[in-house]
């Protein structure tokens, strides 16, 4: 089993051509889980042992070997996608989504928020219009918390 107990430091797109690329695909909720235990595309076992705090990004490097590397691929998942008026109504709907604890991604002209209750309620009280689909969530923002 490979331990992973750090991200690797990147690399070159030659490199990446001479070897076989394996990986691990992940939601954006996953990408925060540091520490647990995953089987890779190519079926190799994986034992993440990453610092707490750690949160993985769509590329990141988990393992260089000789023959192949190991990169973290953003899965599709469920999401809400907002397609705000105009830019007032998008900063109203970041700032909501924000002061709610909810991450938010945004994808061209759509905001996307997690397919939650809350964020459907939320959303229906602003009066924006959505639609549920499914896309990478790569969130800019993670929320906020009060206090330490």
Do not use: C
């Amino acid at each position: 089993m490979l331990t992973v107990e750090r991200i690797a430091p990147p690399i070159s797109d030659g490199e990446r051509a001479a070897k076989e690329r394996d990986y691990l695909s992940m939601t954006s909720e996953e990408r925060r889980w540091v520490r647990r235990r995953a089987i890779s595309a190519r079926g190799r076992s994986v034992a993440l042992a990453l610092p707490t705090g750690t949160v993985l990004h769509p590329g990141d490097i988990l393992a260089n070997e000789p023959r192949w590397y190991l990169e973290i691929e953003a899965a599709e998942e469920p999401v809400l996608a907002v397609r705000p008026r105009d830019y007032q109504a998008a900063l109203r709907v970041a700032f909501e989504v924000g002061n709610h604890h909810f991450p938010l991604a945004i994808e061209g002209e759509k905001l996307l928020v997690p397919d939650d209750t809350a964020m459907l309620q939320l959303l229906n009280r602003l009066g924006e219009p959505w639609e549920r689909i499914r896309a990478v969530f790569d969130p800019i923002a993670k929320g906020h918390r009060h206090g330490s």
